[in-house]
């Protein structure tokens, strides 16, 4: 998959916000998000199993480009759940998984995005234990997921000590940056540092129109503690327990809930959780683009924008992770074009 992934010093970044931003390079991963560190160590899982049969769920397709990826590596078939309305909004994505040999399912309940998939592929597991593997895609769904797939994710924090130590001669940053869907990105930038009491986390969640309005996916911020897909966490849920639909721009964001691991940091104190909104994800998007040269996920724009939030110091050492690339969102790019106030 092209580990490790470069860790990047961002000099026209780190000169715009006063600071050092190193951008760890998750976008440049084959397939091209970090998903596949997950889909490849699940995979070789569903192998050791016996497994005959692989299914996906995805929001954005960059789950189900990987799982759809490594299937073909180890030639079982594949059927990857996703939302209708996701379907319509990165049909790049679709395109590549049926190159790969999947079998794309559009979901038309709910509000036809990641929580919906996720339920569907729940109920195809429930029916076809024996012979099926379920490849989740984030730090959510019962126990043994979260914790696996952020086991699968810390190669980011592990690559993150030796190349940090190369570059400044430390092995651990002041800041740690990621965005939180489900939180498999994030929990692998942090893993190694959890315990490190020198390293501030910050995550950024999607806040869509805004946090206080009805269209958000900040579930950290707005939550109460529910259950969903198996897991006891913070979610965006009426007084009688119906999960109340999020809302973002970037499909792979568009959750009602985080891992219970995103959850613990959130009510511990660990993280600091920011929201980013849509239109500040898209200029940060911009502005990482015309100053580094480099497109992100309108996901990892989410990260990036919350670099506006924070007031670091000249001599800090900031970790950000890109989490993807933006080559799936340049439709949206393109369409929020004209909204964008360049001053950069
Ligand atoms: C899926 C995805 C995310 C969100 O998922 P996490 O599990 O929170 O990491 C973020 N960025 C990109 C590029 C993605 O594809």
Redo the contacts with the bound molecule.
Sequence with gaps: MGRPSPLYFAKRLSERYGTRIYLKR??LNHTG???INNSIGQILIAKKMGKQRIIAET??G??GVATATVCALMNLPCTVYMGATDVKRQHTNVERMKMLGAEVVPVTSGNMTLKDATNEAIRDWCCHPAETFYII???VGPHPYPDMVARLQSIISEEIKVQLQEKTGRDYPDYLM?????????AGTVYHYIDDSRVKIILAEAGGMGVESDKTAASLEIGTTGILHGSRIKLMQTDDGQIIEPYSISA??DYPGTGPIHCNLYETGRAQVLPANDDEALRAAFLLTRLEGIIP?L??AHALAVLEKVKFRPDDVVVLTV??RGDKDLDTYLSHKDEIKFDF
């Design positions: 998750e976008d998000a970090h998903k929001g954005a960059q789950h895609g984030s730090t990621a965005c939180v869907g489900g939180g498999s990105n994030a792979g964001l996920a996901e990892s989490s993807g």
